[in-house]
């Protein structure tokens, strides 16, 4: 995180510059959660809830007890870990001492405010006069000390989510938002929300996308540089985080967003228009969705079908998929809601940073583990009950169903496989479906994209994943801040793999598109229009921007300029003819 501007004005704004991650403008005051030393919201409770307030920490107590035991047991398996272990002495013997815990105890009586804001507040005096302490051993003492009262702070934060407490409009900040945090958060108290880590490719990321709310991720050390209370801004646009907002400062934010708010207001002109070049190559411009209710914002906003429906969000909410009559309702659903177009469903990527908690045993590496069909074919039941809902909501409209995370052509005939296996068994029971759906492969792996014409033969559509692909071709997650700089979408070898994959799929006469954020960068662009591809899709809100776009360039220009970008040894380059290009084409959509 770097502070961007020192203060010139008397007001104390400071301004904090991190990943731009979800484009927009909210304002709030700050509340602070899930940073280790992050302040805790003060409220006062109810008389009759002080007593469960109290339960509270002994809870968190037990649990604390028992992950310092668990510490200890590791620690002392290790060579020389005997010594190291009995640290942990201490740390539990603090856990003994109840003078500081019955001080807390006393604050929540006495005063009847949470738990954790008594405990927070209590842990911050001592360790303020055990710092200025004379007493070498009690100085040594701040650190365990600090270490067993954070513990317990995390273990009552944990057993009481923030975002359940807090009921007025905020900005969220937070150390790091797992994606089904992000899915949960109620869009009419969350103004928007900054993270310490992630990338702007993280599924976090791409939720907050489709939600529309402002995110910047990557600020480092944000949890310890703001408080609860504290005055916000949040500019998603040019990922920044604004504490204290002058009021020259907001002015000119309101002027933003009444510039934004025209300027897609013009976007809604070309609704209903095509989304073809200027020298009339079709292309086909369909919507990512995440949830059954962005529906209607996909076809708000003019996409020609559903591109790419995710379908993580069952395992986010219920922590299992449902049932096949379940999944078949609400793909059925969905078909019917964006008729007479129609929708691709992408069977369940679990896995990577979708894993939600107790699906599965940790991972070393999660991105390359088990995931996408690495699991699902594994777990032949639960595929099979999607697979089958898949097909039965075909009855219902114009139904094709994707493969995730392909990395052989083994793993597409399996899938195909099950698939048929799936629709043989639908016809013996008599139950409606159609087995006439499309199949495709989603280009993810670098190996798919270099056997792409292996995988074109077995389907009726590619679809590349740029988010993945970029992250597996550059070995750099997707969702770590601290390498964010070789996330590079527009390097050689990630094109290279793009232009192989798109001449793949049309040597044997199937369409190409691309689904991941690569297609609504505005950047990239002319370059995705010049290698070919036949599709775009991307998330519901950004169709009007990413159509205009498609109206104003020439392919035949695009065309050109991919040749030429195709033999160039670095990223910087194929950006400034991307950005050249997209300048003379839609300058207006590139100005802030
Ligand atoms: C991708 O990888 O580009 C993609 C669309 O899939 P996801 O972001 O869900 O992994
Ligand atoms: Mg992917």
């Given at each position: 995180?770097?502070?961007?501007?020192?203060?010139?004005?008397?007001?104390?704004?400071?301004?904090?510059?991190?990943?731009?991650?979800?484009?927009?403008?909210?304002?709030?005051?700050?509340?602070?959660?899930?940073?280790?030393?992050?302040?805790?919201?003060?409220?006062?409770?109810?008389?009759?809830?002080?007593?469960?307030?109290i339960a509270r920490l002994e809870v968190a107590l037990v649990e604390t007890r028992k992950q310092i035991e668990q510490l200890q047991?590791?620690?002392?398996?290790?060579?020389?870990?005997?010594?190291?272990?009995?640290?942990f002495?201490?740390h539990l013997?603090m856990l003994?001492?109840?003078?500081?815990l019955?001080?807390?105890?006393?604050?929540?009586?006495?005063?009847?405010?949470?738990i954790d804001?008594?405990c927070?507040?209590?842990?911050?005096?001592?360790?303020?006069?055990?710092?200025?302490?004379?007493?070498?051993?009690?100085?040594?003492?701040?650190?365990?000390?600090?270490d067993v009262m954070r513990r317990i702070l995390r273990n009552l934060s944990l057993r009481h989510p923030?975002?359940?407490?807090?009921?007025?409009?905020?900005?969220?900040?937070?150390?790091?938002?797992?994606?089904?945090?992000?899915?949960?958060?109620?869009?009419?108290?969350?103004?928007?929300?900054?993270?310490?880590?992630?990338?702007?490719?993280?599924?976090?990321?791409?939720?907050?996308?489709?939600?529309?709310?402002?995110?910047?991720?990557?600020?480092?050390?944000?949890?310890?540089?703001?408080?609860?209370?504290?005055?916000?801004?949040?500019?998603?646009?040019?990922?920044?985080?604004?504490?204290?907002?002058?009021?020259?400062?907001?002015?000119?934010?309101?002027?933003?967003?009444?510039?934004?708010?025209?300027?897609?207001?013009?976007?809604?002109?070309?609704?209903?228009?095509?989304?073809?070049?200027?020298?009339?190559?079709?292309?086909?411009?369909?919507?990512?969705?995440?949830?059954?209710?962005?529906?209607?914002?996909?076809?708000?906003?003019?996409?020609?079908?559903?591109?790419?429906?995710?379908?993580?969000?069952?395992?986010?909410?219920?922590?299992?998929?449902?049932?096949?009559?379940?999944?078949?309702?609400?793909?059925?659903?969905?078909?019917?809601?964006?008729?007479?177009?129609?929708?691709?469903?992408?069977?369940?990527?679990?896995?990577?940073?979708?894993?939600?908690?107790?699906?599965?045993?940790?991972?070393?590496?999660?991105?390359?583990?088990?995931?996408?069909?690495?699991?699902?074919?594994?777990?032949?039941?639960?595929?099979?009950?999607?697979?089958?809902?898949?097909?039965?909501?075909?009855?219902?409209?114009?139904?094709?169903?994707?493969?995730?995370?392909?990395?052989?052509?083994?793993?597409?005939?399996?899938?195909?496989?099950?698939?048929?296996?799936?629709?043989?068994?639908?016809?013996?029971?008599?139950?409606?479906?159609?087995?006439?759906?499309?199949?495709?492969?989603?280009?993810?792996?670098?190996?798919?994209?270099?056997?792409?014409?292996?995988?074109?033969?077995?389907?009726?559509?590619?679809?590349?994943?740029?988010?993945?692909?970029?992250?597996?071709?550059?070995?750099?997650?997707?969702?770590?801040?601290?390498?964010?700089?070789?996330?590079?979408?527009?390097?050689?070898?990630?094109?290279?793999?793009?232009?192989?994959?798109?001449?793949?799929?049309?040597?044997?006469?199937?369409?190409?598109?691309?689904?991941?954020?690569?297609?609504?960068?505005?950047?990239?662009?002319?370059?995705?229009?010049?290698?070919?591809?036949?599709?775009?899709?991307?998330?519901?809100?950004?169709?009007?921007?990413?159509?205009?776009?498609?109206?104003?360039?020439?392919?035949?220009?695009?065309?050109?300029?991919?040749?030429?970008?195709?033999?160039?040894?670095?990223?910087?380059?194929?950006?400034?003819?991307?950005?050249?290009?997209?300048?003379?084409?839609?300058?207006?959509?590139?100005?802030?």
């Open positions: 995180m770097s502070e961007i501007v020192q203060n010139d004005q008397p007001a104390e704004e400071r301004r904090f510059s991190g990943l731009a991650a979800s484009p927009g403008i909210g304002i709030g005051k700050a509340f602070v959660h899930g940073g280790v030393t992050a302040e805790p919201e003060a409220y006062r409770v109810e008389q009759g809830d002080v007593e469960g307030e047991e590791q620690v002392g398996r290790t060579a020389n870990g005997h010594r190291e272990a009995s640290i002495d201490a013997l003994e001492d109840r003078s500081v019955d001080e807390v105890i006393s604050i929540v009586r006495g005063e009847r405010v949470n804001s008594a927070y507040r209590t842990i911050n005096n001592y360790i303020a006069v055990l710092r200025v302490s004379d007493d070498v051993y009690l100085k040594q003492r701040v650190v365990d000390f600090e923030a975002d359940q407490r807090v009921r007025h409009p905020h900005v969220l900040i937070a150390h790091e938002l797992t994606p089904s945090d992000t899915a949960a958060m109620d869009r009419s108290l969350v103004m928007g929300f900054a993270t310490e880590v992630g990338g702007s490719t993280a599924h976090t990321a791409i939720i907050a996308r489709s939600l529309g709310l402002p995110a910047v991720l990557g600020l480092r050390g944000i949890c310890d540089a703001i408080h609860t209370g504290d005055s916000l801004l949040i500019d998603g646009y040019d990922g920044i985080l604004i504490i204290n907002p002058s009021p020259e400062t907001l002015t000119v934010y309101d002027a933003l967003a009444d510039e934004k708010n025209s300027a897609a207001k013009r976007l809604e002109d070309i609704r209903d228009s095509k989304p073809e070049t200027s020298d009339g190559r079709e292309i086909t411009l369909s919507a990512n969705i995440e949830f059954e209710h962005e529906v209607s914002i996909a076809k708000e906003n003019g996409a020609q079908g559903i591109g790419l429906y995710r379908t993580e969000f069952f395992y986010m909410h219920d922590g299992d998929m449902p049932s096949e009559d379940h999944q078949a309702e609400n793909y059925s659903r969905v078909v019917s809601g964006i008729e007479p177009d129609g929708v691709i469903i992408r069977t369940v990527d679990i896995g990577g940073d979708k894993l939600p908690a107790g699906v599965s045993e940790p991972e070393a590496n999660p991105f390359l583990g088990w995931r996408g069909v690495r699991l699902t074919l594994a777990r032949v039941e639960m595929f099979k009950a999607q697979l089958r809902a898949i097909l039965r909501a075909g009855a219902a409209g114009n139904v094709s169903v994707m493969f995730p995370m392909l990395s052989t052509l083994d793993e597409m005939k399996r899938c195909r496989l099950l698939l048929e296996e799936c629709a043989d068994e639908l016809v013996r029971e008599g139950v409606e479906h159609s087995r006439e759906i499309d199949v495709g492969a989603m280009i993810e792996v670098p190996s798919a994209a270099l056997i792409s014409d292996q995988i074109a033969g077995e389907v009726d559509f590619l679809s590349v994943g740029t988010n993945d692909l970029i992250q597996y071709t550059m070995a750099v997650d997707r969702d770590n801040d601290q390498v964010a700089s070789l996330y590079q979408p527009l390097n050689p070898a990630v094109i290279r793999l793009l232009r192989m994959t798109v001449s793949a799929g049309h040597e044997k006469k199937i369409w190409v598109g691309v689904c991941g954020e690569m297609a609504s960068d505005l950047l990239c662009i002319p370059l995705l229009v010049g290698l070919g591809f036949d599709e775009f899709s991307v998330s519901a809100p950004r169709v009007p921007s990413v159509k205009h776009a498609l109206r104003s360039l020439s392919y035949d220009e695009c065309k050109a300029m991919a040749t030429e970008a195709l033999k160039y040894s670095g990223q910087e380059d194929i950006l400034a003819s991307c950005r050249a290009l997209a300048m003379e084409s839609y300058p207006e959509l590139l100005s802030r």
